[in-house]
């Protein structure tokens, strides 16, 4: 497989559930980031990694928990979530980040439904 | 407060006329440009950028025009084709990619 992959496409989960989403990117970059789509709502960077460092966090509720263990892989882990996250979860990964002209490429996302 | 303003939700344009997107921000700090294209059920894909020192960038039958005065980029698509139906994102960042600053997205529908 090849690009950014996102598992699982769909989750539904209870407020007191503990979930995890996950990103893996084929291309070879080094920084990693999730980003929430919330109904009608620009796209909200949540978290960055650069080599595996998170060099970004963009005052994110500390139910979500993401975790880097290589360059390759970026987890999402969930714990008593709100309804109000429900979203598009989207993960992206570039050559490096804080580059200039350095492309994002994305992942299909995670459509999250909280209940 | 959003810094990227994507005023028009949806666009419709015939096959094989010229599309433009409009996008218009509020950061005077941003300086570079991005814009991405969303099929459903997939992510964005990156389309063409253009950097703040250039006024112009085209590839292929996209062109993306920078207006620093007025704070405003439009994308142009021509001809416009059936494929090109989508949701297009502006996308704006300040001295490095790593913090984006996106738009709501504009649905344009190519009409046969």
């Known amino acids: 497989e090849t690009g950014v992959t996102q598992t699982p496409r769909h989750l539904v989960m209870g407020m007191t559930n503990k979930k995890s989403l996950k990103c893996e990117q084929h291309?070879?970059?080094?920084?990693m980031y999730w980003y929430k789509q919330s109904a009608k709502k620009p796209l909200e960077l949540m978290f960055v990694?650069?080599?595996?460092?998170?060099?970004e966090n963009n005052s994110v509720p500390s139910r979500f928990s993401p975790e880097c263990p290589n360059s390759s892989h970026l987890f999402l882990h969930l714990h008593t979530l709100q309804p109000e996250d429900s979203a598009l979860y989207l993960c992206?990964?570039?050559?490096?980040?804080?580059?200039?002209?350095?492309?994002?490429?994305f992942g299909p996302g995670t459509r999250l439904t909280v209940l | 407060d959003q810094q990227v303003k994507q005023n028009s939700p949806s666009l419709s344009v015939q096959e094989g006329r010229i599309s433009i997107l409009n996008c218009d921000y509020t950061?005077?700090?941003?300086?570079?440009f991005l814009w991405y294209k969303k099929y459903p059920a997939e992510g964005p894909t990156f389309l063409i950028s253009?950097?703040?020192?250039?006024d112009k960038n085209e590839d292929g039958r996209f062109t993306v025009f920078l207006n620093k005065s007025a704070k405003h980029l439009s994308l142009h698509i021509v001809p416009s084709q059936p494929g090109d139906s989508a949701v297009y994102f502006c996308?704006?960042?300040?001295?490095?990619?790593?913090?984006?600053?996106f738009g709501t997205g504009t649905r344009l529908t190519i009409i046969p």
């Open positions: 291309l070879g970059h080094n920084a």
């Open positions: 253009i950097s703040s020192i250039k």
């Open positions: 996308a704006a960042s300040e001295g490095g990619n790593e913090k984006l600053t």
């Open positions: 992206a990964s570039s050559l490096k980040a804080a580059v200039v002209g350095d492309t994002q490429y």
């Open positions: 950061n005077s700090m941003f300086d570079y």
């Open positions: 990694y650069s080599l595996e460092e998170r060099v």
